[in-house]
């Protein structure tokens, strides 16, 4: 290319970036960096990671530190743009809302517009959506048939051709769990069925915690097993809260040195901190990638594939199991409600393929946030001893030394629920949500929102608004408590969001950190190794906020 043509090129590019710069202004949207054609914002992730670091949402936001993570620097750039502003992910509209009352107004106040979730690519290939009419793409496009992956069929294929039949057309409508689900009918019936008989079985209820407690007995046992020694909780702590999730949903749980068991939770959370990586962001724009068989690429589809194999077989045994008199566990339930409905209603979503989805959910959505939550409280037990002293005189006084927690006691230990709720607004393991949609065009803050637009709730940033909260960086549990030591609720605490998609799991996860945590800190002193480096609490950035790897000494109590 001569230098003439290069600066031919220069000079289209340049106006074409001024054109959609004055584009995005006449249209009303809220303010941000100006996106390049068909890449947005994000064509620097195609650049190698040296030439990244330079690219405007890092220059921008946080100088060179590349270890900022995607919450903070929306934060950063919100300084910039205001609260409310946008950018371009490929063709996709993206809007994040980084303060407290945005949030609401729209999560809360125009909840029917701003409750959808995203055809996003990537998540349509993950979970086999199949093409259905209104917003955003049609489905993920097939990929060429080389690159086709032999994809498994989708469990109980029945016998009766009548009802093969049935069943494909149910599958056309889109087969999404609950966590991406539209916002629907079909979400609305799956959501409130999950929810109810989540609770049959104790979700946030006294007959719940008596597996909770047992489960804190295998956590004690293996803990003292370190003794004096240095350990990573990690491990336990996740096996520890998987089996419960495993216990409602497959009314069994698994033994920690299960290999299938182990293989499994580190497959789920490698899962969720690749499906972040920006060159699988990239399958947003470019769908095709996903079927490159290299890098993450490659690894993701595996990882579906195993999780597909191990959840399908535990489905399987459960059919065949199945007592009608007895329903053993969440699945059992869906089973027998997916046969009644089979019998009134042959429009009905309840199938095979949903309750796979939404086991996935729940375990997807269920572990690696609870399991982050109780690692951030250690960590932070263990890097501020006064606090965790302080806790433990509440549970001796309250409890005493010998007696399994119960949620019973939670009312008379407003310190204890203090210092867990800090620890979730300083950590916020779901920084930024699951990502929302807009399902008509609306007006937010004076700005113009188009139907199809990615709203992102930027709760790390509620969370740190110095506007809400005093000295927002600090770790002061006092924040939580009244003069009297009484607890005070505060709005602009969202851990796990607000409006209708609000966390479907939060009575449980809220149980299961006051009991594991109550127990934890009645059984043991937790500690950093004396000559260990204090480790960074800004976290690792996957779909959820885990801390960076760490390890404690314990002391028996
Ligand atoms: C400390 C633990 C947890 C935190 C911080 C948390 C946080 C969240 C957040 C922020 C959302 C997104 C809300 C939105 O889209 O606006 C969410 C959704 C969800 N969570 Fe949780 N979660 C936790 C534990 C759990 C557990 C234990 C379960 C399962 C039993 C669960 C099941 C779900 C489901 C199914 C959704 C999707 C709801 C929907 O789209 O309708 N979560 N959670």
Redesign the pocket.
């Known amino acids: 290319m001569g230098p003439a043509e290069v600066l031919l090129l220069g000079l289209a590019a340049l106006l074409a970036w001024a054109w959609l710069r004055r584009r995005r202004r006449a249209r009303g949207l809220p303010p941000g960096p100006t996106p390049w054609p068909v890449l947005g914002n994000f064509g620097f992730a195609l650049l190698p990671p040296r030439l990244r670091r330079g690219s405007w949402l890092h220059r921008r936001a946080a100088g060179a530190d590349a270890a900022v993570g995607p919450p903070r620097l929306l934060a950063g750039l919100a300084r910039e743009y205001g609260s409310v502003f946008s950018f371009s992910l490929g063709p996709h509209l993206v809007v994040v809302l980084n303060d407290f009352r945005s949030v609401r107004q729209a ?1 809360v106040q125009q909840a029917a517009v701003f409750s959808d ?1 995203p055809r996003m690519p990537l998540v349509s290939l993950v979970t086999k959506e199949k093409g259905e009419p209104g917003l955003g793409p049609r489905g993920p496009p097939r990929p060429p048939a080389s690159l086709r992956p032999r994809a498994g069929r989708l469990p109980s294929a029945p016998q009766d051709p009548r009802e093969q039949q049935r069943r494909r057309s149910r599958v056309a409508v889109a087969v999404h769990g ?2 991406f ?1 539209h916002y629907g009918p079909v ?1 609305r019936q799956q ?1 409130k069925f999950s929810h109810s008989t ?1 609770r049959h079985f104790g979700l946030g209820k006294l007959s719940l915690e008596p597996k909770i407690i047992e489960e804190f007995k295998y956590v004690k046992e293996e803990m003292q097993k370190h003794g004096a020694v240095p350990f990573s909780p990690f491990p336990i702590v996740s096996k520890a809260v998987s089996n419960i ?1 495993c216990s409602l949903c497959f009314g069994q749980r698994f033994d920690y040195n299960d290999t299938e068991f182990k293989k499994m939770l580190d497959l789920m959370s490698r899962a969720l901190e690749i499906c972040l990586n920006t060159q699988l962001l990239l399958v947003n724009i470019c769908s095709w990638l996903y079927y490159l068989p290299f890098g993450p690429f490659k690894e993701l589809r595996q990882i579906e594939k195993d999780i597909t194999t191990f959840l399908k077989k535990i489905i399987k045994d459960h059919r065949e199991s199945l007592d009608v008199e007895n329903p053993r566990d969440f699945i059992d339930m869906y089973l027998l409600h997916m046969e009644e409905e089979r019998k009134s209603n042959s429009d009905s979503s309840f199938n095979e393929d949903y309750l796979f989805y939404i086991i996935g ?2 375990f997807f ?2 572990t690696d ?2 399991t982050n ?1 109780l690692l951030w409280c250690l960590l932070y037990m263990s890097l501020n001893p006064e606090v965790q002293e302080k806790v433990h005189e509440e549970i001796e006084r309250v409890i005493g030394p010998d007696r399994a927690p119960s949620l019973t006691d939670k009312a008379q230990m407003p310190y204890t629920e203090a210092t867990i709720m800090e620890v ?1 607004r300083l950590t916020v ?2 920084p930024l ?2 990502p ?1 949609m807009t399902s008509e065009t609306t007006v937010l803050q004076g700005y113009t929102i188009p139907k199809g637009t990615v709203v992102l ?1 930027n ?1 790390w940033s509620v969370h740190r608004d110095p506007a809400i909260w005093e000295e927002p960086d600090e770790f002061h549990p006092n924040r939580f408590l009244d003069d009297q030591g009484q607890l005070v609720k505060k709005e602009a605490f969202i ?5 209708k ?6 009575q ?2 809220k149980m ?2 006051f009991l594991m945590f109550a127990s934890l800190i009645q059984s043991f002193k937790f500690a950093l190794p004396k000559d260990s480096e204090t480790p960074l609490l800004t976290g690792r950035y996957g779909l959820t906020l885990a801390p960076h790897p760490f390890n404690v000494i314990i002391s028996k109590r």
């Open positions: 999560l979730r609950i966590v689900a979400w959501r989540l999730i959910d729940l959505a269920g946030t609870t939550s979730q393991v779901v949500s699951i929302h709730p709760l851990p796990f969001g607000i409006g998609r609000v966390c479907m799991g939060e449980l996860a299961e950190l």
